[in-house]
């Protein structure tokens, strides 16, 4: 069974750090990109940076380089999304996904970030 949980999600104010994780379970987790989604209340699900199955590439959406680093751990099957100087706009459930032979996706996460 292909199971994506995350978890990490907070209120955290302006500024602030959080850490999200992703464990992947049920498929071949190195052979798979990983990306990490957002969507806001009444906005579209928007991608929010990638990082390649041996994790040597990343790429993110400009408003959040510099403050946003995707990494992952194949030794445990799990991706990370460590969000830094957040800000309020970056409040939304956050998801991960995977992409390969397949897609999938979590059930996603809430940041909440405070002004």
């Known amino acids: 069974q292909v199971r994506l949980v995350e978890s990490g999600g907070d209120l955290v104010e302006a500024g602030g750090s959080l850490r999200l994780s992703c464990a992947a379970s049920g498929f071949t987790f190195s052979s798979y990109a990983m990306s990490w989604y957002r969507q806001a209340p009444g906005k579209e699900r928007e991608l929010v940076g990638s990082?390649?199955?041996?994790?040597?590439?990343?790429n993110y959406v400009d408003s959040v380089k510099g403050r946003f680093t995707i990494s992952r751990d194949n030794a445990k099957n799990m991706v990370y999304l460590q969000m830094n100087s957040l800000k309020p706009e970056d409040t939304a459930v956050y998801y991960c996904k995977a992409r390969g032979s397949r897609e999938y996706w979590g059930q996603g996460t809430q940041v909440t970030v405070s002004s």
């Open positions: 990082i390649s199955s041996g994790g040597s590439f990343t």
